[in-house]
């Protein structure tokens, strides 16, 4: 080797050399004394050091400070359901709004909105007894089962329209479950008036059953009542989701300005010791101010709640300690609409939630506001704490 290539080998290991003590991260107190300028990697702990109000932000708003580590960030992946038909896509069939997924008999279960009619939705000014103003008019709520979360087979009615004048007479919509004490119950949206026509305005009814595939019983009653005028709630109960927590019956709802100004939609809490209750609405509702459809489920100590499109606070994942008091835990984009999260531990009153792996959401087809139809889609994710906790895998796929 003659001596210039030897020198220049020895400069270019120099060089790797000094690169590479360069890239070597200083000891945190080394970053904490040093004021000069932030180190190019994200500290996992927030550095004791004056930060730009964004630094402040994303150490103090946030489970994480990078999405990597944050337990409650999340993508969504989404795959078309096997074995419901569409009648072609002409709008006069619809399904949409999910409830939670179960898992019982062995096999998984889900409820949702149904509409089969002989038209697609027109609008409210030509809706009558058998056109729908809207996608969610003149419904019923189905079931179906799976064994895989893929494939499911529609059982057929679960909760139909009860004669006039019953709650629920002109259209039942948005249903979510609850099990409690082995009975199973069904929330849901019990229209009065046709959607758009200020039917929109309804409150929560109840049906319940010894088995998920039935008989089901109507209460009959309204379950949660609207709100007095001029609070938050007067116009609508929208959305019901139970779950069970403190050793009662938690619904997390939503309210809806129907048309007036002032009003945006937001979401609240009843709680009852029994599903047929009284349910008593929280004093400090609404505790979510943005988000459409209601999606919660347990996570660690506390409730952890998908935020989808409307508000501030659109697109976030958020996380309450006392099922309360919500905080953004992240921000994240397409996610799942309507979601009906399998949520393993939803009625085990648990102080430990394990979080969940995937669900059942809808996607509409918004051709015009009254929107056409809804589809059924299963949505993935990893908003679980532990994918190899036995509870998680058991039903997992
Ligand atoms: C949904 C839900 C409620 C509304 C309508 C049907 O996605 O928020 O159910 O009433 O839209």
């Not at 590479?20 to 107190?29: I, L």
Request: net charge negative; aromatic share 12%; with cysteine.
């Amino acid at each position: 080797m003659n001596r210039d290539f030897s020198i220049i080998l020895l400069m270019i290991f120099s060089m790797i050399t000094w690169g590479c003590q360069d890239n070597v991260a200083p000891t945190k107190e080394e970053a904490v004394s040093t004021q000069k300028g932030f180190p190019f990697w994200l500290p996992k702990e927030k550095p004791k050091r004056i930060l730009s109000a964004a630094m402040e932000r994303n150490y103090d708003n946030y489970m994480a400070p990078r999405p990597e580590d944050n337990e409650l960030y999340s993508q969504f992946k989404y795959t078309e359901l096997k074995g419901f038909d569409y009648h072609g896509g002409d709008g006069t069939i619809s399904r949409r709004d999910p409830s939670k997924v179960i898992y019982e008999n062995g096999k998984y279960y889900v409820w949702y909105t149904y509409r089969h009619t002989s038209t697609s939705p027109k609008g409210a000014e030509k809706s009558n007894d058998t056109i729908p103003s809207t996608d969610w008019d003149l419904a019923e709520i189905w079931y179906a089962t799976s064994t895989d979360g893929f494939t499911w087979e529609e059982q057929g009615v679960a909760v139909p329209r009860p004669p006039k004048p019953r709650v629920g007479w002109r259209s039942v919509t948005t249903t979510d479950i609850l099990k409690w004490k082995g009975k199973y119950y069904l929330y849901y949206q019990g229209f009065m008036e046709a959607s758009g026509k200020r039917g929109d305005d309804c409150p929560v009814a109840v049906s319940y059953a010894d088995s998920p595939d039935g008989p089901w019983t109507p209460h009959n009653e309204v379950v949660i009542a609207n709100g007095a005028e001029g609070e938050w709630d007067q116009y609508s109960i929208h959305d019901p989701y139970p779950i069970v927590r403190d050793g009662k019956i938690w619904i997390y709802y939503k309210s809806d300005a129907d048309g007036d100004p002032r009003l945006v939609r937001m979401q609240g809490l009843a709680i009852a010791d029994d599903p047929l209750g009284p349910f008593e609405k929280y004093p400090l509702n609404p505790v979510i101010t943005s988000g459409h459809e209601t999606t919660l489920f347990p996570f660690e100590q506390g409730v952890a709640a998908l935020v989808i499109k409307d508000g501030n606070e659109h697109f976030t994942i958020q996380y309450a300690p006392d099922g309360v008091n919500f905080q953004i835990a992240a921000i994240t984009s397409l996610m799942p609409t309507a979601a009906g999260p399998y949520v393993p531990d939803a009625f085990t009153n648990t102080q430990n939630g394990r979080g969940i792996t995937w669900g059942v959401s809808h996607i509409t087809n918004a051709t015009t506001w009254a929107q056409n139809h809804a589809v059924l889609l299963r949505f993935d994710c990893d908003l679980s704490l532990d994918v190899n906790d036995p509870a998680m895998k058991q039903h997992n796929n």
